[in-house]
């Protein structure tokens, strides 16, 4: 990929540097991006509808989108945007108030100011903008706007509104004012339906989806040395390089337990099942600052006597990397939401995640779960469980289906976490479950409890059989 001009200039002679330095301001020069950033991170030329900027972590696309939203800003007084991204604290510490975010990289006449209260970011001329989340796609309902960025949008939950779409399609049909109303949306690829079919858009309408690729690589000269060593240690060599660093889509990876067929083959939009059994699921991470992650899953699964004619759900995933201050309270938050019991495994980690939730929560219930010793070994069941289409993913959970459709026992050098938090769960509820799980009926506030049609559409592309094998 190309340099920016600043790097081209940085690469010269010193004394070729200092003549084309010579006379520029530095103020302007400093928020001028056209210096700053590489060509392939300019918006393409024509009267495109989405532009889909796809790369490895590191690339620049916070960056990016957040230079091209002050570009139209600017361009168009008084012109009103969507942002959206996977969470509302996603838009909000990333897109908006984040170190590439629009706040940061604005010079003090053009900055945005941003309200919390009503979700808005306004400019001094007039330009608009408010801020989503994937996870509520009613709120995209109603109102319009000129322009949208859409972050990381092959990670968003692609849950259905009351009338059935998601928050992309609502998107979408919302970015439809002005003359030329855009779509950027800047992401990892992530092996979803959502990825398959807007680059099969791109190939099929080229002038409707613009598709730039970049990777990690390309921004060396803007990333930290100890960035760059956290991010190639934990991907070079690896499966996940692929897509984490390459910013390409991810195959079939031969020897993983899991592949992506099966996941959707048994995926739901929505729970049709009464799910009495519950649990939260935790591997869990000790190190105060840690590399690898904490897994945290929410297991469901429906009450026959016979584990094997159970129906698993799974509900969430939640794993994070933090401290064990950190993650115990999102632990014991999850347990209180969906009122149910914590279990991690008895001889890798259950004393001690005990001890840690009783010291924040005494009426918390955690149990042990026994499996065997070996991840594959322990990890066998619960795939066959999958095979026989008794696991049901609810919506797409895409960290924890690229683990698991890139785990290759023996080979991959990253410990799984989700998938271990994964395994401890659907083995506590199918096939050996703890002392003391099991009983009366639980009430949770979840809205994936309710009792609802089966068959409604997800724009996941997969076979819709919510409660087709439950109970």
């Known amino acids: 990929m190309a340099p920016s001009l600043m790097e081209r200039i940085a690469l010269l002679p010193p004394r070729e540097r200092d003549e084309a330095l010579d006379g520029l301001d530095p103020e302007q020069v400093l928020w001028d991006w056209l210096a700053w950033g590489r060509p392939e991170q300019f918006a393409p030329p024509g009267e495109w509808n989405i532009w889909l ?8 696309k916070t960056r990016c989108g957040a230079e091209w939203v002050r570009e139209k800003a ?21 897109m908006i108030q984040g170190e590439s975010g629009v706040v940061a990289i604005s010079p003090p ?9 009503n979700r808005s970011l306004t400019w001094p001329n007039g330009s608009t903008a408010l801020a989503f989340s994937s996870e509520e796609p009613n709120q995209l309902r109603g109102p319009q706007s000129h322009f949208t960025w859409a972050d990381e949008a092959a990670a968003w939950k692609f849950t259905p509104d009351d009338s059935g779409l998601n928050a992309w399609d609502n998107v979408r049909v919302a970015t439809r004012l002005g003359e030329l ?5 800047t992401t990892t690829p992530k092996r979803t339906p959502f990825m398959s079919s807007m ?23 803007n990333l930290s040395a100890n960035y760059l060593d956290f991010i190639t240690g934990r991907y070079e060599g690896t499966h996940m390089a692929r897509q984490e660093l390459l910013g390409m889509m991810l195959e079939d990876i031969e020897g993983a337990l899991w592949t992506q067929e099966v996941i959707d083959d048994a995926r739901v939009d929505l729970v049709s099942a009464s799910l009495p059994l519950r649990v939260v699921a935790v591997d869990p991470s000790v190190a105060e600052d840690p590399t690898d992650e904490c897994g945290i899953v929410v297991v469901g699964a429906t009450p026959e006597r016979q584990l094997h004619q159970r129906q698993a759900y799974v509900l969430e995933d939640a ?27 008895k001889n890798q980690g259950h004393a001690l995640i005990s001890l840690a939730i009783k010291n924040l929560d005494t009426r918390a219930t955690v149990l ?25 993913h609810v919506g797409y959970l895409g960290e924890l289906e690229t683990q698991l459709t890139t785990w290759v026992p023996g080979e991959t050098r990253k410990s799984p976490d989700r998938l271990d938090a994964l395994v401890h769960g659907v083995t506590a509820l199918m096939i050996l479950p703890p002392r003391g799980l099991g009983g009366g009926r639980m009430r949770s506030t979840s809205p994936a409890h309710r009792q609802l049609p089966t068959g409604r559409g997800t724009g996941l592309g997969a076979r819709q059989v919510a409660g087709r094998r439950a109970a």
């Not at 990397?321 to 209180?336: D, F, H, I, N, Y």
Request: charged fraction near 25%; charge should be positive; proline fraction near 8%.
């Open 53 to 60: 900027a796809v790369a490895g972590r590191g690339w620049g």
């Open 74 to 94: 600017r361009e168009h007084p008084g012109c009103r945007f969507f942002f959206v991204a996977r969470t509302a604290a996603d838009v909000r510490d990333v």
């Open 109 to 117: 006449s053009e900055r945005p100011v941003w309200h919390p209260s």
């Open 181 to 185: 109303p855009q779509i950027l949306a």
């Open 199 to 221: 680059l099969e858009e791109a190939t099929s309408k080229p002038e409707v989806v613009v598709v730039t690729r970049g990777t990690t690589y390309d921004n060396l000269a």
């Open 319 to 345: 794993s994070l990397r933090g401290s064990p201050e950190v993650w115990v309270k999102e632990v014991v938050r999850l347990a209180k939401k969906w009122r149910c019991p914590i279990v991690a495994e």
């Open 368 to 392: 042990p779960v026994w499996s065997q010793v070996g991840k594959k070994l322990r990890a066998e069941p619960v795939m066959l469980a999958y095979e026989q289409g008794r696991v049901h």
